[in-house]
């Protein structure tokens, strides 16, 4: 891990020079993002934190500025142990990042960062309402300004997206829109994070990633045994570290050198890697149209809810003797089969006449007895599904809790922001999920309670808390508070329950994570143990959109993170007029697919499914409607410029791209 150093010196405040870039946040996330625009991009950049300590962790001595600062001197010197001052050094000539203080983004504070004349202004703030707010005022301020807001509202964001665009178009006039940088992209950490997420807690390790309807498969695989060669599926995107089967490893990073995870492999370095683990491109396949989650227990009151297994077993056991007594009176009595169930449902219900004739036999009688005893069990029976109907309905609206038997489940702890965007895509995957939470006002447990998806309301450092989870019988522990010392006590306690079970945990602080994960593979080497960051995760999609592009996911590698993006080949000297085989960069990026769209039918964002309609089954949106991306490109296809491509890219890989463009358009 990045080792520590002192804090930056205090940045001298002069006026900000055109064409920078300006980041306004008040988390790691804002941190992160300046350093990735700063250190992979080589942008000049201005950071904009509140004054004072962290309100949401007052233990902390550090203020944001000296936190960041902090930051930004851990990565410099990273960068010159990995010789980061060669020929190669993107930020040569660059500043370092400029530090500002202020409570809000107002008009002055604004204009002092110099957003009058920045190419691209970031919001990363927690609150969405504060974000709202500055974009209003920047857009004033700049319409030519590129903004990407932080917003956890999706449909807000949406109609956000379109009311600033318009209001660009509106100041500009008679300006064509493909001559100004002037765009609104509206993310979300959470949603950016939560594929990734979810996806520690499944077998295998599989990542997702979609484009223009269709689903490419990232599969985690095993190194191969002696003698056998690892399968590359289409292509292998990367190779883990040579530390990830052993269990003092830690997770590789951008400062593991020749150990680490090596991205965008060439088939050679492949070849002579034994004993590493692999992520390739196992498969693609059609996305159908967006769909609800699933609900764990179906819609509306199904049996299943409103009356207990109990219950419906006795009612089965009734139904099964009150056939038996029907089949016995036919057999006996030589009576038809209707008229002997008849009979047979009088005597349940003691509505028949008593069998007391001369004409009436033995069996007769003793048939009668049998359904007179059926019917005193049906009495309790009909009472007691009266009860658990009534108790059902009332219980409707509240909690569901576990259920009696539950296993192979995912244990989520954690109902904020990530948290219910980690539970909706484990939802989409069908994966059972139990759901612990201490606040009953979080922001998750409406929609909880609309899956109807167990959930244990209480204090997961308790004890009972867990084991109400049913943690024992649990695949996986996703611990995604906002609170590192939580997590961590809560995997700790859970691995003393299940020694084997699988562990992914939310933490902020590398260093941290490093040490706990590191600890946790050398005291459970049988179990998986992976730490994840939402802001590392998510940091790379906003530095793209910063560049006026977006990204279809990241996919993380170990702690590392490979990027999934269209590129247009016209303006990329790297990729124009080469071949695909040509054109291939081992560790920096790859041509995986051709759009074959004519640009005027193009998709302006492969990452959306388009919406399907139903009175047109050929329409974008249909299912079975056929793609144009081509995947089993020819090695020797040449690129040319009116062509779109989907890459597999590392952050300075595609950082490479970008100012490949940029300069050539310049030119």
């Not at 945990?505 to 050398?522: H, M």
Request: hydrophobic fraction near 45%.
């Amino acid at each position: 891990m990045l080792g520590s150093v002192s804090t930056l010196p205090q940045q001298p405040q002069h006026p900000a020079s055109s064409g920078h870039m300006v980041v306004c946040g008040d988390d790691t996330l804002a941190r992160r993002l300046a350093v990735e625009l700063r250190y992979v991009y080589g942008e000049r950049v201005t950071l904009l934190v509140p004054p004072g300590r962290d309100t949401r962790r007052p233990e902390l001595p550090l203020t944001q500025r000296a936190r960041a600062g902090a930051l930004f001197g851990r990565m410099s010197a990273a960068m010159s142990r990995n010789g980061g001052g060669g020929d190669g050094d993107t930020n040569a000539g660059v500043e370092a990042v400029r530090i500002m203080e202020a409570h809000e983004p107002s008009d002055d504070v604004l204009e002092e960062a110099g957003v009058d004349r920045a190419a691209a202004l970031a919001l990363v703030y927690d609150d969405d309402e504060l974000n709202i707010r500055a974009a209003l005022t920047a857009r004033r301020l700049n319409p030519r300004l590129r903004l990407v807001i932080r917003l956890y509202n999706r449909k807000l964001g949406q109609h956000l997206e379109a009311l600033l665009d318009q209001a660009a178009a509106v100041s500009l006039p008679g300006l064509d829109p493909a001559a100004t940088d002037a765009s609104t992209t509206v993310l979300s950490d959470a949603d950016t994070a939560a594929p990734a997420l979810a996806a520690t807690a499944l077998t295998g390790s599989s990542k997702v990633i979609q484009a223009e309807g269709l689903l490419l498969r990232a599969v985690e695989r095993t190194p191969p045994r002696p003698g056998e060669l690892a399968d590359p599926g289409l292509c292998t995107l990367a190779l883990l570290s040579s530390t990830s089967q052993d269990p003092a490893g830690a997770e590789g990073s951008d400062s593991s050198g020749d150990e680490g995870p090596q991205l965008l492999p060439d088939r050679a370095t492949v070849n002579a890697a034994t004993g590493r683990g692999t992520i390739v491109l196992e498969a693609i396949s059609q996305a159908g149209p967006d769909r609800a989650p699933a609900r764990m227990g179906g819609r509306g009151a199904p049996l299943g809810t409103v009356f207990s297994r109990r219950l419906r077993w006795s009612a089965l056991g009734v139904a099964a003797a009150v056939v038996a007594l029907a089949v016995a009176s036919v057999i006996t009595t030589g009576d038809s089969p209707v008229h002997a169930a008849y009979l047979t449902m009088l005597d349940l219900l003691a509505m028949g006449d008593p069998a007391v004739e001369d004409t009436d036999t033995d069996s007769r009688q003793i048939i009668q007895l049998l359904s007179g005893m059926a019917g005193l069990l049906l009495l309790p029976l009909l009472v007691a599904a009266v009860l658990e109907a009534f108790g059902s309905l009332r219980n409707a609206s509240s909690l569901r809790r576990p259920p009696r038997g539950l296993s192979g489940h995912v244990v989520l702890l954690g109902l904020g922001k990530i948290g219910t965007r980690v539970l909706i895509r484990l939802r989409e995957l069908d994966i059972p999920v139990v759901v612990v939470e201490e606040d009953p006002e979080a922001r998750g447990i409406p929609l909880a309670r609309s899956l109807h998806v167990p959930t244990v309301l209480g204090d997961v450092t308790q004890e009972g808390v867990l084991e109400a989870a049913k943690i024992r019988r649990a695949r996986a522990l996703l611990a995604l508070t906002s609170i590192d010392t939580t997590n961590l006590e809560a995997a700790l306690y859970a691995r003393s329950l299940k020694p084997d079970l699988r562990v992914a945990l939310r933490l902020y602080d590398d260093e941290f994570a490093t040490a706990v994960y590191r600890t946790l593979r050398t005291a459970h080497p049988g179990a998986l143990t992976r730490s994840r960051s939402v802001s590392h995760l998510a940091a790379p999609s906003f530095a793209v959109a910063m560049m006026g592009r977006q990204i279809l996911g990241a996919v993380p590698v170990e702690r590392k993170v490979m990027l999934f993006a269209a590129l247009e080949v016209s303006g990329h000297p790297q990729l124009e007029g080469r071949t695909v085989d040509q054109a291939f960069r081992a560790g920096a990026w790859r041509v995986l697919a051709l759009d074959a769209t004519p640009p005027a039918d193009r998709l302006p964002d492969l990452a959306a499914v388009p919406p399907y309609d139903p009175l047109d089954p050929a329409g974008p949106g249909a299912p079975d409607r056929p793609s144009g991306l081509v995947w089993d490109l020819h090695p020797g296809y040449v690129l040319r410029p009116e062509d779109r491509v989907v890459i597999a890219a590392t952050r300075r890989g595609l950082a490479e791209l970008l100012r490949g463009q940029r300069s050539g358009a310049r030119r």
